[in-house]
C-alpha cells in the first residue's frame, strides 16, 4: 500500500493541527493504520493506530487524551488531529499500514508514507 501523508506545518504551542493518509486507488479496509512521529536525533514512536472494520482505536500515553484517530472511508483517508501542541511535538510524522491489531513499535508494519513535518513554535 503506497501511502501519502499531508498536513504538517508551523503551529504555535497550544494550538491543533489534523494530518491525513491516504492511499490513492486503494482501500485500508483490510489493515490497521498507524501514526508515527520521529523528532530529530529520536528513534521512530508510535502514536496511535486504528482499524478500519470494525473500528477500533489505540493510542500512546504521550498523545492520549490529546489526540485522535480517525478515518473516513468514503475518502480511504485516516486523520490524526492534535490538539494542545507542544514543542516536543516538533517531530516528522508518518502513516504506516499493518495487517496486525494493536502494534505499539515499528516492527510489523508492512508500508510506510513519507513523513509530513510538524514544527511547534513556543
Known amino acids: 500500500v503506497q501511502l501519502q501523508a499531508s498536513g504538517g506545518g508551523l503551529v504555535q504551542a497550544g494550538g491543533s493541527l489534523r494530518l491525513s493518509c491516504a492511499a490513492p486507488?486503494?482501500?485500508?479496509?483490510?489493515?490497521?493504520m498507524g501514526w508515527f512521529r520521529q523528532a530529530s536525533g529520536k528513534e521512530r514512536e508510535f502514536l496511535a493506530g486504528i482499524r478500519w472494520r470494525p473500528e477500533s482505536a489505540w493510542y500512546e500515553d504521550s498523545v492520549l487524551g490529546r489526540s485522535t484517530i480517525s478515518r473516513d472511508s468514503t475518502k480511504n483517508t485516516m486523520y490524526l488531529e492534535m490538539n494542545d501542541l507542544k514543542p516536543e511535538d516538533t517531530a516528522a510524522y508518518y502513516c504506516a499500514a499493518s495487517k496486525i491489531y494493536g502494534l505499539r513499535t515499528v516492527h510489523g508494519w508492512e508500508s510506510w508514507g513519507r513523513g509530513t513535518l510538524v514544527t511547534v513554535s513556543s
Open positions: 486507488g486503494r482501500t485500508f479496509i483490510n489493515y490497521v
